[in-house]
């Protein structure tokens, strides 16, 4: 049974960074991406990035580009999400998503989501 | 402003029909990129609903379909209950944007 488990919450000044972990039991890295998607409180799902473990190459949407970063240990099935600089507005639940690929296909299984918050 | 767009809120009675709508466009509906749908229960994480526009994984019910037309899909429930009360998102690919893209989430309450 394939399960993604993520780091615990974390609460963060501004203009610090937060990084949050994402392994994978139940299957390897292997053949898959490994998506982030937040949710702002009250707010729809975000696509922020994913990273193709295999290869190591990450894509991010522009919004995110240059403040984010994506990496993954496939010795650990564990994929990792960095967020820079961080503000209030980043404030959200962030969720890890597993896609096969390759393909542009459906996000089949989700963590349990890590919620980041943004206060000083 | 999603880059699909979803009605904010539908509602139906028990046993009743309802649909949820998503718009897109030429970069991403339109060019035939495949749709997704997501049922969110507050307080949790997105499940999978529909995948390749029509199709359910195992384990969800019948009861629940899609679609796909032109530079629009929809997620049609029939037989509504009440533990179908939650929110739903639409999702697809952007070849403009080359990522994912989401609808904004419709909100279903069961009356």
């Known amino acids: 049974q394939v399960q993604l488990v993520q780091s615990g919450a974390e609460v963060k000044k501004p203009g610090s960074s937060v990084k949050v972990s994402c392994k994978t039991s139940?299957?390897?890295?292997?053949?898959?991406?490994i998506n982030w998607v937040r949710q702002a409180p009250g707010q729809g799902l975000e696509w922020m990035g994913r990273?193709?473990?295999?290869?190591?190459?990450?894509n991010y949407a522009q919004k995110f580009q240059g403040t984010v970063t994506i990496t993954a240990d496939e010795s650990t099935s564990t994929a990792y999400m960095e967020l820079n600089s961080v503000r209030s507005d980043d404030t959200a639940v962030y969720y890890c998503?597993?896609?096969?690929?390759?393909?542009?296909?459906?996000?089949?299984?989700w963590g349990q989501g890590t919620q980041v918050t943004v206060s000083s | 402003q999603s880059v699909l767009t979803q009605p904010p809120s539908v509602s139906g009675a028990p046993g009743q029909r309802v649909t949820i709508s998503c718009t897109g466009s030429?970069?991403?509906?339109?060019?035939?990129?495949?749709v997704h749908w997501y049922q969110q229960l507050p307080g949790a994480a997105p499940k999978l609903l529909i995948y390749g526009n029509t199709n359910r994984p195992s384990g969800v019910p019948d009861r629940f379909s899609g679609s796909r037309s032109g530079a629009s899909a929809s997620l049609a429930i029939t037989g509504l209950q009440a533990e179908d009360e939650a929110d739903y998102y639409c999702?697809?690919?952007?070849?403009?944007?080359?990522?994912?893209?989401f609808g904004g989430g419709t909100k279903l309450t069961v009356l």
């Open positions: 990273i193709i473990p295999v290869f190591g190459t990450a």
């Open positions: 030429s970069s991403n509906i339109g060019a035939r990129y495949d």
């Open positions: 139940g299957d390897t890295l292997t053949g898959y991406t």
């Open positions: 999702q697809s690919y952007d070849s403009s944007l080359s990522g994912s893209v």
């Open positions: 998503a597993r896609a096969m690929y390759p393909g542009l296909g459906q996000f089949d299984y």
